[in-house]
């Protein structure tokens, strides 16, 4: 199997859930802690491609950062949401899952075997 990354962060009970299930299964993945080693803006939009989603889709909305970055705001470009993300790691949903070219978000977390079939 391809060589397997997890964005991860380790106070997140879904980002601990995903690892856990990754464990169970002898896998033991890159752990890349995001929040402490920040994607830059081509990593974030070459993880989107792998995703498939658009950055407003890996944003999470809950977050302060969210808020008080006004990144509600439709006419906000992809650029500028993917720059927001890179200078607010927390804005990123988690857990992510690399496994070669594509990628998976953990939630729930289960959904990271979708990648291991």
């Not at 962060?9 to 402490?36: H, T």
């Not at 990144?71 to 927390?90: F, G, N, V, W, Y």
């Amino acid at each position: 199997m391809s060589d397997l990354i997890l964005l991860h962060n380790p106070r997140c009970s879904k980002s601990r859930g995903a690892l856990e299930i990754l464990e169970q299964r002898g896998l033991q993945p890159q752990i890349v802690r995001y929040l402490d080693e920040p994607l830059n803006a081509e990593a974030i939009a070459e993880l989107l491609n792998k995703l498939g989603l658009s950055a407003r889709e890996l944003l999470r909305k809950g977050e302060d950062d969210y808020k008080a970055l006004n990144l509600a705001d439709t006419s906000l470009s992809e650029a500028q949401l993917i720059a927001a993300m890179a200078s607010h790691p927390k804005l990123i949903e988690r857990p992510i899952l690399v496994v070669g070219e594509r990628a998976v978000v953990g939630r729930p977390p289960e959904r990271v075997l979708e990648l291991l079939a």
